[in-house]
């Protein structure tokens, strides 16, 4: 099975910039869809954004115009190039992979088999004021 690994977290001031990387290692599936997610402790973990094997990128609202998707087709590498960083962007980011069966608000839509889904182990982003 496939397995995550984020790299690019870090401490950063407000207006700064991070780039997140994942790394698939192993099977990646044929058709997928794959996304940056967040989760700030005793919150709800949120989705920032997605990207799927076509190319085709959605984003959650709170981070259209400064976040920015992008996948290596060659090894499917992708990355989260975060600009013009807030302190509410704060928190553990994780990123995901599954079969793909749609994006919206940033998310990758979940199928019928959820232990299709691979998450990595996450990466701290803190944007300090």
């Known amino acids: 099975q496939v397995q995550l690994e984020e790299t690019g977290g870090g401490s950063v001031q407000a207006g700064g910039s991070l780039r997140l990387s994942c790394t698939p290692v192993?099977?990646?599936?044929?058709?997928?869809?794959m996304g940056w997610f967040r989760q700030v402790k005793g919150k709800e973990r949120e989705g920032v954004a997605a990207i799927d094997s076509d190319g085709s990128t959605d984003y959650a609202d709170s981070v259209k115009g400064r976040f920015t998707i992008s996948k290596d087709n060659g090894r499917t590498i992708m990355y989260l190039q975060m600009n013009n960083l807030k302190p509410e962007d704060t928190a553990m980011y994780y990123c995901s992979t599954t079969p793909w069966h749609g994006m919206r608000g940033g998310s990758c839509r979940s199928g019928p088999d959820r232990s299709l889904e691979v998450w990595g182990q996450g990466t701290l982003v803190n944007v300090s004021s």
């Open positions: 192993g099977y990646t599936y044929k058709t997928y869809c």
